[in-house]
């Protein structure tokens, strides 16, 4: 099977999850000998990328018209059995160019929805839901990460769910793995070993949930707990996120990192006793969580979509009965005081290696493709 792969930008350019995924997907399609074609953008000339699009900093104009010409490119030069795109806006000038080919679409979240809770004006938030129902319903099949995202896709850009497939994200279990020592490892990342550790591993958006967690490590504080809790990453969010902390006295308590580098990421989830993933809305996965349990580390979440279909198999006690603040502290001091039952490293990493290898989630997703292949084979009925 030859298969296009439409993504947004190179990892190496912009790391985050969408392209971390496509990464990881596109490494386990080839090993399962699928002829597989990248296309996306890099403004490094990443050479893992098959087709440069062109520059990830051009602007939109420029990357709807560089897709469409390298749509038609490689349909006319490789002729692709099946099409694949993982952002609506970079499948949308091309949906004309591979009309006859089977098209999956990747929905990896709600483009427009993410927007309006990040304060976009209603008429770019309308215009991207545009986009985005042109998109899915052209689509064969669409694959989402959970049931949560299956029912919005659905419920809120009207896809029919006879189309839409369930396939999880996947995880590089070669690369996140348990450590040895977990002071061997804080001592590599320069993070003090007398405290109990959580870590986040979060963009600093607002729903994202940091402020909630930071207020949840006030009241955990107040209860008498000490112990440390490290935010990774960066966001429009992280000036008023360190202030808030410091206004809640939580200086000696919390550390923002910033971004870590990315091989050192998977000693970032190993090095903690917890991850938490606070997330208050449109959370269709959580790659965080995944490579948390594949490093040997339990994951906290909330309840908010595709995360309790993540970690209620492995144990239900790790979803918090909501995503307020008071929520978490409950569940922060109920980790801290041994009442939350902690699934051991072992037991975290044999649970990640047997749902989300990315051997199994490229096979599930092989199994759309050739669906959607032989969907467009198919004779009509008259």
């Known amino acids: 099977m030859r298969v296009l792969e439409i993504g947004m930008s190179s990892f190496a350019d ?19 000998n699928a002829d597989v074609i ?12 098959d087709l440069l699009l062109g520059p990830h900093s051009a602007s939109m104009a420029a990357k709807l018209r560089a897709v469409r010409r390298g749509a038609r490119e490689v349909v006319r030069d490789s ?17 004309d160019v591979i009309r006859g080919h089977p098209f999956v679409f990747h929905f990896h979240g709600p483009w427009s929805l993410e927007s309006a809770f990040e304060g976009a004006h209603p008429l770019v938030v309308a215009a991207k839901r545009l986009v985005e129902r042109r998109v899915y ?9 959970s049931s949560a995202f299956a029912e919005m896709a659905t419920s809120r850009f009207g896809v029919h769910r006879d189309r839409i497939r369930i396939v999880p994200g996947g995880v590089d279990t070669e690369r996140f793995v348990p450590v040895r ?13 007398d405290l109990p550790v959580f870590v986040t591993v979060r963009r600093l958006k607002r729903r994202m949930g940091i402020e909630n967690l930071l207020e949840a490590c006030r009241t955990t504080l107040d209860a008498g707990h000490r112990f440390r809790l490290f935010v990774v990453g960066s966001g429009s969010e992280g000036e008023s996120l360190r202030r808030r902390a410091s206004s809640l006295g939580l200086d000696e308590t919390v550390r923002f990192t910033g971004p870590v580098e990315d091989v050192l990421l998977p000693l970032v989830y190993a090095a903690a006793d917890w991850s938490v993933v606070p997330t208050v809305d449109l959370e269709g996965f ?7 349990l594949s490093s040997g580390t339990p994951c ?4 908010v979509g595709g995360l309790p279909e993540i970690v209620r198999p492995l144990e239900p006690a790790l979803v918090c009965p909501g995503s307020s603040s008071e929520a978490l502290a409950a569940h922060l001091r109920a980790a801290l005081e041994g009442r939350l039952p902690a699934p ?4 975290c990493r044999e649970y990640a290696l047997d749902r989300f290898a990315w051997a199994a989630v490229a096979g599930r997703t092989i199994e759309v493709y050739r669906e959607a292949l032989e969907t467009r084979r198919a004779p009509t009925r008259g």
């Not at 296309?39 to 000339?45: I, L, P, R, T, V």
């Not at 319903?137 to 990460?145: C, E, K």
């Open 286 to 292: 959580g790659l965080v969580c995944v490579e948390s």
């Open 344 to 347: 051991s490293p072992q037991r």
């Open 14 to 32: 912009e790391p985050g999850g969408l392209n971390r995924m496509v990464e990881g997907l596109v490494g386990g399609l080839r090993a399962r």
């Open 137 to 145: 319903r052209a689509a064969d099949r669409v694959i989402v990460l």
């Open 79 to 95: 002729r692709p059995d099946v099409v694949a795109a993982h952002f609506a806006p970079y499948a949308l000038p091309a949906l």
């Open 300 to 303: 906290l979440v909330t309840p």
């Open 38 to 49: 990248t296309a996306s953008f890099s403004d490094s000339g990443d050479p893992s990328v």
């Open 181 to 193: 020592s977990l002071a061997d490892a804080r001592q590599r990342l320069g993070w003090e070993n």
